[in-house]
């Protein structure tokens, strides 16, 4: 999806007056169903020696899950968050634990923090910008969730979390058509999401029939 159309609508969605909280409840339920949520860390103590995510590694985990089937798509899809969540660097690991353990008990301003200080740190680490995102969405501050988003994806293309994220996000806010564009590129990469391939058929007879 081109990364102009997410800034643009991150910039009209800024004022969260205009979302409601019963909005907000069925968002949150949504973008966790399908896994809107930063990828689960590696254990810093197995991670302090490691480098950034291979790219030649992840460039076959992301060809094997492409292939993969609705039966074998789970163990290819951890190893590929697991990939992604190298850091490089002990101490940015760290944090990314930090912030990944606030948002599992619901600390999102905390959370928050800690993520802004791994992107200070490195800031060309998509899974800050991921992490951080969720964090700003479960505080109603779904522009700049949306910002982070474009700023994870500018990081990492092949980011299907944080596409399946901007398309349910565009969804209940009665944007169909950017819904399909979004959660068909993550379909694209991972394609045997039941809960994404349901979301597709559904918003894809809502385009359809408002076309009709």
């Known amino acids: ?50 480098p950034p995510g291979d790219p030649g590694k992840i460039a076959s985990i992301l060809e094997r899950l492409k292939e993969s089937t609705p039966q074998s798509y789970a163990v290819i899809e951890r190893e590929l968050e697991l990939e992604w969540s190298k850091s490089g660097s002990a101490s940015m690991n760290l944090l990314l634990q930090r912030g990944k353990d606030a948002l599992e008990r619901g600390e999102f301003q905390k959370a928050f ?24 969405f479960r505080m109603d501050r779904v522009g700049q969730a949306l910002a982070d988003i474009e700023e994870a994806l500018r990081r990492n293309p092949n980011h299907y979390p944080s596409m399946i994220g901007f398309g349910i996000i565009m969804a209940e806010l009665g944007n169909p058509h950017a ?27 809502e385009v359809e029939g408002t076309a009709i």
Do not use: W
């Open 1 to 50: 999806m081109p990364l102009a159309f997410i800034a643009t609508s991150a910039m009209v969605l800024c004022d969260m007056k205009k979302i409601s909280g019963n909005l907000k409840s069925n968002l949150a339920a949504l973008l966790l169903s399908v896994g809107f949520s930063i990828p689960l860390a590696v254990p810093v103590s197995a991670q302090s020696a490691s």
């Open 179 to 205: 819904a399909v564009a979004a959660l068909k590129r993550a379909a694209s990469i991972h394609p045997h999401r039941e809960d994404v391939t349901k979301a597709l058929d559904r918003l894809v007879k």
């Open 113 to 136: 923090f800690h993520f802004s200080a791994l992107i200070d740190h490195a800031p060309e680490f998509a899974e800050g910008y991921a992490g951080r995102a969720t964090a700003l």
